[in-house]
């Protein structure tokens, strides 16, 4: 495994001897590529614990599986941060006004109801409070804490799923013109352990976030393994056909002198 992912960078002209490698290998090393390109989102909720509020720092509490709101210190445009989201407790009767202009990524608990708002607008909202049966605000903030974490983290690999095969699989298309001697299944191979050094360019920047217009220069380089994987296939294949054209015509001349000794 380490062989192939040092040669995919540093030498990527050896990816073409990998094309055998077996469909179980090439899954756990699109697993690996996916979960290097994810290091910046464990960094992310590992860095970042939330802080947990309790009934004091919020003059909320839980009763019965709803939100109330009655202490002196409460305060409807008070939110509570929790990883990428702005937590708001609302009290029975406030409107959501009255909280303010949202974040852009928020959380609105009100009685038993929790909604999350991306942009302003309400995506989801599900009983949360009777759901987790939570009964108090402490075990409310750390069971969304959780939620939160396990979605995250979730959404963060399914992602990276996608953009890795979204590479992988338009990196095929100049490739099919050699469909007719290699199998498109060991071209998917190969071009997965070319793609090694863009899913390194992705942990990095994910982690650094440097500049937009950098991350592409680099992509660029990154991008030189394929090259060099369709180079050295066309050569071969180059090679292969004048091979297969001096084996003919050697056979046309051993005929035609057959047929002139006759």
Same mark, same amino acid.
């Given at each position: 495994m380490f062989e192939v992912f040092a040669n995919s @960078?540093?030498?990527?002209?050896?990816? @073409?001897?990998? =094309?055998?490698?077996? /469909?179980?290998?090439?899954?756990?090393?699109?697993?690996?590529?996916?979960?290097?390109?994810?290091?910046?989102?464990?960094?992310?909720y590992i860095s970042n614990k939330p802080i947990i509020p309790n009934e004091q720092d919020t003059g909320c #509490?839980?009763?019965?599986?709803?939100?109330?709101? %009655?202490? &002196?210190?409460? *305060?409807?445009? $008070?939110?509570? #941060?929790?990883?990428?989201? #702005?937590?708001? !407790?609302?009290? #029975?009767? +406030?409107? !959501?006004? $009255?909280?303010?202009?949202? %974040? *852009?990524?928020?959380?609105? +608990?009100? /009685?038993?109801?929790?909604?999350?708002?991306? /942009? /302003?607008?309400?995506? %989801? %909202? +599900?009983a949360f409070l009777s759901l987790y049966d939570v009964g108090s605000i402490e075990m409310m903030f750390t069971s969304l804490s959780t939620s939160i974490l396990t979605a995250g983290i979730i959404m963060g690999i399914f992602s990276n799923v996608f953009i890795i095969l979204f590479i992988i699989l338009i990196s095929t298309i100049p490739f099919l013109r050699f469909k007719r001697l290699i199998s498109y299944k060991k071209i998917f191979k190969m071009l997965t352990f070319a793609s090694t050094p863009m899913a390194f360019l992705f942990a990095i920047y994910n982690l650094l976030n440097f500049d937009t217009i950098i991350f592409f220069i680099l992509m660029m380089f990154a991008y030189r393994s394929v090259f060099t994987l369709?180079? &050295?296939? =066309?050569f071969r294949v180059l090679n292969r056909e004048g091979n297969y054209q001096q084996s003919q015509d050697n056979e046309e001349n051993q005929e035609s002198n057959d047929e002139d000794e006759e």
């Open positions: @960078i540093v030498n990527p002209k050896q990816i @073409i001897n990998y =094309h055998n490698k077996k /469909g179980g290998f090439v899954f756990l090393y699109i697993l690996i590529l996916v979960l290097l390109m994810s290091i910046s989102t464990f960094v992310f #509490e839980i009763v019965g599986s709803n939100l109330m709101c %009655s202490a &002196e210190n409460y *305060d409807p445009k $008070e939110s509570f #941060e929790i990883y990428d989201f #702005e937590v708001y !407790l609302l009290n #029975e009767g +406030i409107t !959501l006004s $009255e909280a303010g202009n949202l %974040s *852009d990524f928020a959380i609105v +608990i009100q /009685g038993s109801n929790l909604r999350v708002f991306i /942009g /302003g607008q309400s995506i %989801s %909202s +599900i369709q180079k &050295e296939l =066309h």
